[in-house]
């Protein structure tokens, strides 16, 4: 009984001694810290021989946000990639402020321009890119070296 009450009050000085130290809170991110302005994630195709139907090709979850990069897999090939933020594919954006595309600049990418339809390639980069109270996303995809922008969405 001696034995238990103090592993217990061990237990407890240990447990205390770790929350209350500087380092350990100090490690925890600062409450408001914004949203990074400018990133790139990037994301491999879905496997060839993948079944029919919609596939998810990579994923990536933020405390901001939750991107996905999805196919439309037709006969094992994928026909078409696009951006689904929040569980809902994004609609193309109308225009694209020129922080968007200063973004892309930064991350080595081309200018956004006209939008390729469909979207299909060997590699594939999402610029998210933020401009005042809006998040875009931008989705490239590479053929070999060839980077082409192929869509653009806010979410």
Known sequence: MKIVSIAVGTALAVIFAVTASPGWAAAKPAAGKPAPSCAALAFRPVPAG?????????????RFARLELRASVQNGAPANYYIVAGGT?????QGLPEAAANCATLKKMPLPQAAADPCTGDRFTMVVAHAGDKRYALLYAAS?????????GTF
């Open 50 to 62: 993948t079944s029919d139907g919609e596939q998810t090709a990579g994923m990536y979850r933020s």
């Open 89 to 93: 594919r994004l609609s193309a954006a």
């Open 144 to 152: 070999g070296s060839n980077w082409r922008f192929c869509n653009a």
